[in-house]
């Protein structure tokens, strides 16, 4: 019986293959092919995770296809997994379909025992005190990963180990402190595990590849796959890459690089390097980087390499690239590419640019931006005219302007958010197991890490405001606080947050409408913005392009002016109960309640006239679009009193000797009408069938406001007609009208003129 095919090679994948290589596999497998520097490797499928997720176990014969590529592997790089003298070394990354930044599991350094650690230092000159941070890594990554060991503990334990140096740098630790460090890390290991940590490679690489299956259903990953709605059946693939350090010394280093500001859109060089870090080092952000052209006075030969690299990949996907780097003593490796994720404004401004320069055309433009990313842009932005101080200025990693209370806990924001409060969550980093934090809150601030930080890129994913980096703020997540310039901000203080300038105000900034909202609305002083100017042309394309009459959801006037002015094309649905809310749901009340034809019919007189007036609005602002009108259909809790605070206002006069009165009789009325579930209850039979007259006022106020506007407009004898019929009323009048694009072209042309 034939086995299914479950690892392949880098240099047997496309990235066409992504369903089954995953986003990440493919894309190495790319660069591969394109004859990019990308370290050796191979990729477990998404099926072989399907398969184990579904029975718990390996798939029949994946075991023996990783020892044959694991063994092609260790050929070409001339080193043995677990070698003491001379180790190979593997990483072991998730890679599902569409990119998950941080959900799911990565562990490197896979291959170091207590024995090759000594032939890792040999490997790099003697350098131990490289050999014995890569195993401290391993260890906590591992045990975290791995064995569900609490990563806290061993965040303490490096904290305390810098503490005893006097240093908060990693890098002033020297191979003494570290190999201590290796010992506090394994006795956290067996405490939490009840074992040693492993010693044998192959367990290693075993075990590392069962954690990232079984992260496929994390908690963070099964939220980050609703908030995006990504499918929960793809599964990830998973890649064994030989390592490649950029640990080794001030000649190493790792970096993430972008084609295009992933924020702004704007064309150039983007992107953050560490010297002598790992690449988790800058995801983390737990320090921060320096911005990508410093890369060009540290090691000027990469940096140009880079570069070249940067501009074929992007020609080749014809897109925004996010690329992760690694510099092993001035040897430049491709770890990674994926289209990058950016925020609504580069979307729309990107699209616009790869039009200009003839890579895709309009049709694809369109395809590239979503209606979503739209309603982000017509957000408001920051009012600064009063000049307010700002506290302090990180990097605007997420443009927008975010304002609430700050919150330095994730579980904590997530409950204050379900309460209804704005929160603004405040980290040093944050890491994955903050998703649900990230999604309830405004804005997020970090004090640490750039634009290629988790925060970052989560929050442009999510198109959340976030402002990174933001190092002058001693952030205390334990105390609830974080103090700058001697200036202490507790949890429930209220701060501003400006993702595009990255300044952090104390309190609340006012802000003004969009440039794109103005745009809508004919308002806009200035046609020369970037991203109005990208939004306009790609809608005037949608409309030219689309089929479907689009009409707004309005129940007032200021609403139905405000739709048209955005290009609605009539009303779809205008909800009369919607009229009766607030200050006139006591009339409405009055009609639903009455006991006699007098009553009723007084209820009516009062209700026509407000009616006609909210048609005649509607009808004016509307003007020759048409109009659809659902008659009144209320859910009756939304119009009666609540029947349990009457009857408790009823009990408590009737304790107290007093007189219930009006409640007492509105009481009974209320008893006779509730209903279990007002959402079937009279309203699945319609009120106007058991009021009578109701309907008929309706239609009265809706003919007589269609009349009035008509004359009005000095029209009386225009072609109109009305029609309804129980339960939904419609009147409209058709006329031949402009197109929305034409009629947003118009007020473009006419602003550009002025």
């Known amino acids: 019986m034939a086995v299914d095919k479950y690892v392949y090679d880098f240099a047997e994948g496309n990235k066409d293959l992504a369903d089954l290589l995953g986003g990440k596999g493919a894309n190495l497998a790319e660069m591969t092919n394109l004859g990019l520097p990308v370290p050796p490797g191979f990729t477990i499928t998404t099926e072989a995770c399907r398969a184990y997720l579904a029975t718990g176990r390996e798939p029949d014969g994946l075991a023996e296809q990783i020892a044959e590529y694991l063994s092609a592997l260790e050929n070409t ?163 064994v890459v030989a390592m490649v350090f950029g640990n080794l010394g001030s000649d190493s280093g790792t970096g993430v690089a972008f084609t295009r500001d992933p924020a702004s859109g704007a064309q150039g060089i983007y992107g953050d390097y560490l010297t002598n870090a790992q690449g988790e080092d800058v995801v983390a952000g737990i320090r921060n980087t320096v911005p990508l052209q410093e890369l060009e006075r540290l090691d000027k030969r990469s940096y140009d390499e880079l570069l070249g690299i940067m501009a074929t990949l992007e020609g080749h996907y014809r897109d925004l690239c996010d690329i992760e780097f690694t510099i092993e003593r001035g040897k430049l490796w491709m770890l990674q590419t994926r289209v990058g994720k950016r925020t609504a404004a580069a979307a729309f401004i990107i699209a616009g640019q790869l039009v200009d320069e003839g890579i895709i055309d309009l049709d694809e433009a369109l395809s590239r931006v979503t209606g979503a990313q739209l309603g982000q842009l017509m957000f408001p932005r920051f009012d600064l005219s009063d000049e307010p101080a700002s506290l302090a200025r990180g990097i605007g990693a997420s443009p927008g302007a975010a304002v609430g209370k700050a919150v330095f806990d994730s579980e904590r924001a997530a409950e204050l958010a379900k309460e209804g409060e704005a929160v603004i969550l405040v980290r040093r980093e944050t890491n994955p197991d903050d998703l649900p934090g990230m999604i309830a809150a405004q804005g997020i601030l970090t004090s640490r890490g750039g634009k290629t930080s988790h925060a970052a890129v989560v929050a442009r994913g999510m198109g959340k405001t976030c402002v990174c980096g933001a190092d002058a703020l001693e952030v205390d997540t334990h105390g609830g606080k974080f103090i700058v310039d001697n200036q202490t901000v507790r949890e429930g203080d209220v701060i501003s947050i400006d993702g595009t300038t990255g300044r952090i105000y104390l309190g609340e900034v006012p802000v003004r409408p969009s440039a794109v909202v103005q745009y809508f609305e004919g308002t806009l002083e200035s046609t020369e913005d970037a991203l109005v100017s990208a939004v306009h042309r790609i809608l005037t394309h949608a409309d030219a392009k689309r089929r479907l009459l689009v009409r707004t959801n309005a129940d007032t006037g200021e609403d139905s002016a405000r739709a048209r002015r955005f290009g609605a094309e009539g009303i779809g649905l205008c909800r009369t109960e919607h009229m009766f809310l607030g200050d006139r749901r006591e009339l409405v009340e009055r009609l639903i309640l009455a006991r006699t034809d007098a009553e009723r019919q007084d209820a009516l007189d009062a209700l026509l006239p407000l009616q006609k007036a909210d048609f005649v609005e509607i009808f004016e602002a509307m003007d020759d679009l048409p109009v659809t009108v659902r008659l009144i259909d209320p859910p009756l809790h939304e119009f009666l009193p609540s029947l349990e605070e009457l009857a408790v206002h009823v009990a408590v006069a009737h304790e107290r000797g007093e007189d219930a009165g009006k409640d007492e009789a509105l009481l009974v009325a209320v008893r006779r009408m509730h209903e279990q579930n007002p959402m079937l209850g009279l309203r699945g039979v319609r009120l106007g069938l058991v009021i009578p007259g109701l309907f008929a006022m309706q239609v009265r106020a809706i003919a007589e406001a269609a009349v009035e506007c008509l004359h009005r407009a000095g029209r009386p004898g225009r072609r109109s007609w009305c029609r309804w019929s129980a339960p939904c009323r419609s009147w409209r009048r058709y006329a031949s009208r402009p197109s929305a694009s034409s009629r947003r072209s118009a007020r473009w042309t006419s602003r550009s003129a002025r």
């Open 77 to 239: 790089r001339g080193k043995r997994l677990g070698d003491p003298a001379d180790p190979l070394l593997v990483s072991v990354r998730s890679g599902a379909r569409f990119s998950m930044p941080g959900m799911m599991e990565t562990v490197l350094n896979v291959g170091l025992n207590d024995d090759s650690v000594a032939g890792l230092a040999a490997q790099a000159g003697g350098n131990d005190r490289f050999a014995w941070d890569s195993y401290r890594r391993l260890i906590q990554m591992y045990g975290k990963t791995v064995c569900d060991v609490p990563g806290e503990e061993f965040e303490q334990a490096l904290d305390d180990a810098k503490h005893a140096r006097g240093t908060t740098n990693d890098l002033d630790l020297d191979a003494g402190d570290l190999r201590m460090l290796v010992g506090e890390y394994k006795k956290i290991f067996l405490k939490h595990t009840g074992r040693d940590f492993p010693q044998d490679a192959r367990e290693q690489l075993d075990l590392a590849i069962r954690a990232v299956f079984e992260s496929w259903n994390a908690d963070r990953a099964v939220l980050y796959r609703r908030q995006e709605r990504i499918p929960a059946d793809l599964g990830t693939a998973v890649n």
